[in-house]
C-alpha cells in the first residue's frame, strides 16, 4: 500500500487561519526547509524505519528543543511554535517529527524543569543539540507496547 504525504504547497492544518504573521512564515519556512532536506530520504527512511540520521540538522535551524530555554541550549520557544514545526516536519516525515519532540520536549523539558544543574549541563545541553538522543516509552494495563 502506497502511503499518501500532505503536498508542499499546502497548510497541514486549518490552524493556519488563526495565526499571527510571525507563525505563517515560520509555518513556510519550516515547510520548505522540511521538504528541501528531508523528502528526498521519506522512503529511505520508512523502509528502514530509521531517522536518526536526520535529527542533527533540525538544531541547526532553531527546530529541536523549542520550548527549552536559550540558557540552557534550548531556543526559548513557544509551544505554539513546537507545534508548528512538528506539523510541518511531520508532513514530510512523520517518524522525525515524532522523533524530534520525543528528544526536544518530552524528555529535555522535563529535564530541565526537574534536573540539578549537573544534570542540565552533562545530559540537556547534549540533547538540545542533537548529541544525544532519547527513546519513550508508555505502557499501561491494557494498552502500549506489551499487549
Not at 532536506?37 to 536526520?54: G, I, M, T, V
Not at 532553531?62 to 536559550?70: C, D, H, R
Not at 514530510?92 to 519532540?101: E, F, G, H, N, Q
Not at 524543569?113 to 527513546?135: K, V
Amino acid at each position: 500500500m502506497k502511503k499518501i504525504y500532505a503536498p508542499p504547497v499546502e497548510p497541514h492544518t486549518w490552524f493556519e487561519a488563526f495565526e499571527t504573521p510571525e507563525e505563517r512564515a515560520l509555518r513556510a519556512e519550516v515547510r520548505e526547509f522540511a521538504w528541501a532536506n528531508f523528502e528526498h530520504q521519506r522512503d529511505e527512511c520508512d523502509a528502514k524505519f530509521r531517522c536518526k540520521h536526520l535529527l542533527p540538522l533540525v538544531p541547526e535551524k532553531g527546530y529541536l528543543a523549542t520550548v527549552v530555554a536559550k540558557e540552557h541550549g534550548g531556543e526559548g520557544q513557544s509551544l505554539s511554535t513546537s507545534v508548528i514545526i512538528a506539523q510541518e516536519m511531520g508532513g514530510v516525515i512523520p517518524s522525525l517529527a515524532a522523533y524530534r519532540a520525543v528528544n526536544g520536549n518530552f524528555v529535555s523539558k522535563p529535564l530541565e524543569e526537574f534536573g540539578t544543574p549537573e544534570q542540565i549541563d552533562r545530559f540537556l545541553r547534549p540533547l538540545c543539540a542533537a548529541e544525544y538522543t532519547t527513546a519513550l516509552a508508555i505502557s499501561e494495563p491494557t494498552a502500549g507496547s506489551v499487549v
